[in-house]
């Protein structure tokens, strides 16, 4: 039995991971997790928990799955980069194509950042690469239409999802909330509203406070995979949400996006909303067709084998080219860092 352990710094890691949980199981191997800054209450029942540095020791995973980017270098394992989100330099995400000499393989999610890897894995000769799709997405290709009846409670009409990052230069829910407060109180569509993990506090109390008939709040703790099936369109800003969105061939708006383009309505003037949102529902062909040609260059994967993709790539990895990589920088400074955060001295 093979073991593989989880490095989970952020709460929506989570949804990242669990696709590769599934397949790690279905394959008759053993999956554990590490939280850190993450509450334990945010795992399901059966899944392993290790709390300290010594039970991962202990575990010796083959290889650590990590979607942020950091990972502790004294945790047993090679370790692999799967990235939580599709977002790149080109769609908004500065800093995607970074390397901070701590990943042994980064599992891409398309050709253009499999080619970047690809030549930045040559120049530094620290890591390898492998194109596998992004595991968090296979959920959205499995028959699962059962789970969303409880966000589809308004008859028949349209569904939107408004979805926010929490950059605060690129958020659109300070600028939107009384805005989102008057269309769903209008009754024409029914609201689904989530914020980011990180949004403001106070920020996100508002947004709770308008629940209604016509509008549910989703916390940023639930799966969202439902939710994302059951709108007919999705309100946004520069959140890489957008594009899980888009997979599912849905139309989306933008409010002042940092990314705009023919692949989605961009907005710039909240009195414009209303009419947007009314053209994107009717799925222009033009609008449609640009939004598959844009996701296709970040994910062409539909058939819901990511995660075990990731897994042959590790695999293959850990037999066929571990050995063959240079030595990584010390990053000493780094090192340190982690170190303290983790409250881990020992050699």
Known sequence: MKRYLFFATQIYSLAVLRPLQEAIHARGDSAAWFLHGVGESNLLPGEKL??????VRAYDPAAVFVPTNWVPDFFPGVKVEVFHGLANDATGKKGHYRIRGLFDLYCTHAEEGTRIFTDLARRYGTFHVAETGWPKVDPLFRNGDEDIGRYRLAGNRPVVLYASTFSPSLTSAPRLLETVKRLSRQGEWHWLVTMHPKQ???????????????LQFIEASEDLLPVLRAADVMLCDTSSIALEFMLLDKPVVTF??????????DVTEQGDLPAAMSH???RPAELMAASRRYIDNLHPYRDGNSSSRVLQATDEFIREHARRLKAKPLNLWRKLQIRRWMRYYRL
């Open 256 to 265: 002042r996006t940092r990314v705009p383009g023919p692949h989605v309505i």
């Open 50 to 55: 290790l709390r300290h540095v010594n039970e």
């Open 280 to 282: 994107a529902l009717s």
């Open 200 to 214: 403001e506090p106070s920020l996100v109390t508002r947004y709770r406070a308008l629940e209604g008939p016509n």
